[in-house]
């Protein structure tokens, strides 16, 4: 085969990748196909490393979890079933890393908020005022309870819906709610009161 | 937000200000990201256990069946009891049936998948308590093992004619043991939920190979095998995750 013959193949494939859903290419996977595990990579890889880094607040950490969270999907790819939604898989593996993680770490249950809650930015959104307004969110976000910091990472920066949100941590939609409102109404508070 | 279920709970125009949207910002290197995640597969492709770990948790689970059954088996041909022929069937279907329900869960829990939540809080430890409360129960219900085919405790310590039968249910539920964590993908509960099927494992074979039913032999030397493996791993859990961290 002519070298732009091969050229115009791998371009083909590539924009039938970007086309696929994740099911679709998850089902190429584990049939064989190695591209359809990189695309996978591609689509999840950075959403998992932001809700993991948020979670953890560590850098090196999200990354290793993440690529473990790759690398057990590798070992579980023959449990997927036709049907199955590939983005709750995921993220209920990543989440369950981040469990673990916290299990482990039992002891750091106190999260230090190094960040000087008073000094928090008013009204101008200039790109420091921004990185402290994050820091603060992460502050924030580092008070709740490791139950209700997961659903508000799966809800509110994830955007998953309360239904799928149970199906990932495990628990009942009703129950979900709860955990949410609960989280979202102690937010509030602590942040207007920071804003203040 | 694309979620409507959010809208239709969340005050979402009051949060927004605060808490901001999505904002992953992405990996700055997600070519070195999936390289690592390669090498880590090609390493472990390698090893062959990889590979068993690596079969759908159907396959995995009907393995870790067939090694109690084999285990079971290996029993029958080489130390039965030598009352088997008078144990009343019904007796020994209800006991022998009790222990296999155990086992068969505590199989299905050790090779849970890893896309279904970890278990969190007392659902935790609820499986294996509930196989040793089952265990005491069922040595100790009365009328099971005070028919024909059961003898009275030996003569001689209590200790002399129960660490024979201890530590023959404890190394027939070793294999179990060893297959339940070959078969094991990394579930943080896989240890605990395979020393429960393996103390489980050793009861079963235990049945089927001492005819001695007295209360105190059948605690100390059947049921105490469950404990052991049991409280060995808790105390192994616990002392790991009292290591100091790196």
């Known amino acids: 085969m002519l070298p732009w013959m091969l050229i115009r193949q791998k371009a083909v494939a590539c924009a039938r990748m970007a086309d696929a859903t994740d099911e679709e290419l998850m089902a190429a996977y584990v049939a064989g196909d190695d591209a359809a595990f990189r695309a996978l990579f591609e689509r999840y890889a950075p959403i998992i490393f932001g809700m993991t880094r948020r979670h953890l607040r560590d850098e090196e950490l999200a990354r290793e979890i993440t690529q473990h969270t790759f690398f057990r999907l590798h070992g579980a790819r023959r449990d997927f079933r036709v049907g199955a939604r590939l983005r709750p898989w995921l993220l209920t593996i990543a989440m369950n890393l981040v469990r673990e993680h916290w299990r482990k770490k039992k002891r750091r249950k106190h999260v230090d908020v190094d960040v000087d809650l008073q000094q928090a930015p008013v009204a101008e959104r200039s790109r420091m005022e921004l990185q402290e307004r994050a820091t603060l969110v992460q502050a924030a976000l580092a008070r709740l309870p490791d139950s209700q910091r997961e659903v508000i990472e799966l809800h509110w920066f994830q955007e998953r819906p309360y239904r799928e949100i149970a199906e990932i941590v495990g628990s009942t939609e009703g129950a979900v709610r709860v955990r949410a409102h609960r989280a979202y109404a102690k937010l509030k508070v602590w942040l207007e009161g920071d804003v203040q | ?246």
């Open chain 2, 1 to 246: 937000m694309t979620d409507t279920s959010l809208n239709d709970d969340v005050d979402r125009d009051s949060l927004e200000p605060l808490l901001g949207t999505a904002q992953d910002g992405g990996v700055a290197d997600l070519d070195a990201l999936f390289a690592g995640v390669s090498k880590q597969i090609a390493t472990a492709e390698k090893k062959p256990a990889f590979r068993l770990k690596s079969q759908a948790s159907s396959t995995r689970r009907m393995l870790g069946v067939l090694g109690f059954l084999m285990v079971v088996g290996l029993t029958l041909v080489t130390g039965p009891r030598a009352d088997l022929a008078d144990y009343p069937p019904h007796l020994l279907a209800m006991y022998l049936g009790s222990f296999a329900v155990l086992v068969l869960g505590s199989i299905t829990m050790a090779l849970r998948p890893l896309h279904r939540p970890a278990l969190e809080g007392w659902r935790r430890w609820a499986f294996p308590i509930l196989c040793v409360v089952a265990t005491f129960g069922l040595v100790l219900i009365p009328g099971v093992h005070d028919h024909v085919a059961m003898r009275p405790g030996e003569a001689g310590g209590l200790l002399s004619h129960a660490t024979p039968c201890a530590t023959y249910g404890f190394a027939l539920g070793l294999p179990i043991y060893a297959l339940l964590r070959l078969l094991d993908r990394g579930d943080s509960l896989g240890r605990l939920h395979a020393a429960c099927a393996a103390g489980l494992a050793g009861n079963v074979v235990l049945e089927l190979h001492c005819p001695v039913g007295g209360s105190s032999h059948l605690l100390a030397g059947h049921a105490m095998v469950l404990v052991v493996y049991v409280g060995g791993m808790m105390l192994i859990e616990w002392a790991l995750r009292m290591r100091p961290s790196k």
